[in-house]
Each structure stands twice: as structure tokens, then as C-alpha cells.
């Protein structure tokens, strides 16, 4: 199955949880927190303006961002778990 946000959402693909700390403790589930930085997936086709135009949105397919811990709605496509926010929710384009 294939998503298309509408508008000015983007699709994210959330990265793996980290299941050990830098100093090699291993986390239980409980106790790890879900990344806030993951890859675009999808994107709309851009922010709906007051005169009839379209705000172009400025990530694209494959670009790996960062998020609000709680930006975003959960939404299950297939067996695979994504998260659908606005463009506004999106805090920076990680590169390198």
C-alpha cells in the first residue's frame, strides 16, 4: 500500500529506537524514548494559500529530519508503522 499526504503533511519514517547507551548500558523497552529524527517518506503537494496558490514545502522524499517529541499522529500502512505531521512540525534537515 502506497501513502500520499495531502497539503503541507509529511510522511516520516521514524528511526530505530537506540537500544544501548554510548557507555554500552542496554535499555529496556520501557525505558528507551523514541527517536525524534527519521526519514521523509512522502510528502504533500504544499501549503494551501488565501490567494489560490501553493506554498511549495521545503523537505523532499529521503531527506532525514528533526521532529517535536510529540509531533505527528501514529498511523499503521501495511506492517510498518509511520508518522504524518505538518511541515510546520518539523524543527531541521539533518545533513552529512
Do not use: C, W
Not at 502506497?2 to 525505558?31: F, M, S
Amino acid at each position: 500500500m502506497k501513502i500520499r499526504p495531502l497539503h503541507d503533511r509529511v510522511v516520516i519514517r521514524r528511526e530505530e529506537e537506540e537500544e544501548q547507551t554510548a557507555g554500552g548500558i542496554v535499555l529496556p523497552d520501557t525505558a528507551a524514548e523514541k527517536p525524534q529524527q527519521g526519514e521523509v517518506v512522502a510528502v504533500g503537494d504544499g501549503k494551501p494559500l488565501d490567494n489560490g496558490d501553493k506554498r511549495a514545502i521545503a523537505v523532499k522524499e529521503g531527506d532525514r529530519v528533526l521532529f517535536g517529541k510529540y509531533a505527528g499522529s501514529e498511523v499503521k500502512v501495511g506492517d510498518e508503522t509511520l508518522l504524518v505531521m505538518r511541515e510546520d512540525d518539523l524543527m531541521a534537515v539533518l545533513e552529512g
